[in-house]
T-cell receptor, first 109, second 113 residues
Framework: SQQGEEDPQALSIQEGENATMNCSYKTSINNLQWYRQNSGRGLVHLILIRSNEREKHSGRLRVTLDTSKKSSSLLITASRAADTASYFCATDSNYQLIWGAGTKLIIKP | EAQVTQNPRYLITVTGKKLTVTCSQNMNHEYMSWYRQDPGLGLRQIYYSMNVEVTDKGDVPEGYKVSRKEKRNFPLILESPSPNQTSLYFC????????????FGPGTRLTVT
């Protein structure tokens, strides 16, 4: 069964707006990773946040982790057309890395 | 350039015809894995390898084989492909284990008729 579940499944916003997507999981984790995938291409790593971290930044990206709620969010600020992609979270538990089905983000010009 | 390469990128084949998808990384990574991606299902791991000669099953290993004779290469073998193996396949590597950043190849789109 899928552990990481992204929400929403799809998101369409205007260029310049902020985009927030969420990931929920079920069991305890060592870390949580976010990846981006442009249409049909390989995934690209964005951020890794460890279970003892609450927030992490990378450029226009901000990731939060709430282990009590078993959830994480990815915020993309000042979105650009090039941010159009699918975003996946992957949760690393003791046994495996489990991927969600992704959030499809569309940035409208 | 640090990268993971896969070949072929696109493949159309018929049921039962054995095929191999190659994967190679030039980053001296210990951990390599294969995933398949199907619409609405996200990524599912097929097999992974912690190091040379060490491989293990992922979530969906049935119908697939792998080998890790050299650190840089991790081929995926479909001995007798079936239509339900039509999918987008990704090879990935990371420095040590799944707990590190994964580097993905460009993908292989396989169609089995």
């Amino acid at each position: 069964s899928q552990q990481g579940e992204e929400d929403p499944q799809a998101l369409s916003i205007q260029e310049g707006e902020n985009a927030t997507m969420n990931c929920s999981y079920k069991t305890s984790i060592n870390n949580l990773q976010w990846y981006r995938q442009n249409s049909g291409r390989g995934l690209v790593h964005l951020i890794l946040i460890r279970s003892n971290e609450r927030e992490k930044h990378s450029g226009r990206l901000r990731v939060t982790l709430d282990t009590s709620k078993k959830s994480s969010s990815l915020l993309i600020t000042a979105s650009r057309a090039a941010d159009t992609a699918s975003y996946f979270c992957a949760t690393d538990s003791n046994y495996q890395l489990i991927w969600g089905a992704g959030t499809k983000l569309i940035i409208k010009p | 350039e640090a990268q993971v390469t896969q070949n072929p990128r696109y493949l159309i084949t018929v049921t039962g015809k054995k095929l191999t998808v190659t994967c190679s990384q030039n980053m001296n990574h210990e951990y390599m894995s294969w995933y398949r991606q199907d619409p609405g299902l996200g990524l599912r791991q097929i097999y992974y390898s912690m190091n040379v000669e060490v491989t293990d099953k992922g979530d969906v290993p049935e119908g697939y084989k792998v080998s890790r004779k050299e650190k840089r290469n991790f081929p995926l073998i479909l001995e007798s492909p079936s239509p339900n193996q039509t999918s987008l396949y990704f090879c990935a590597s990371s420095p040590r284990t799944r707990s590190y950043e994964q580097y993905f190849g460009p993908g292989t789109r396989l169609t089995v008729t």
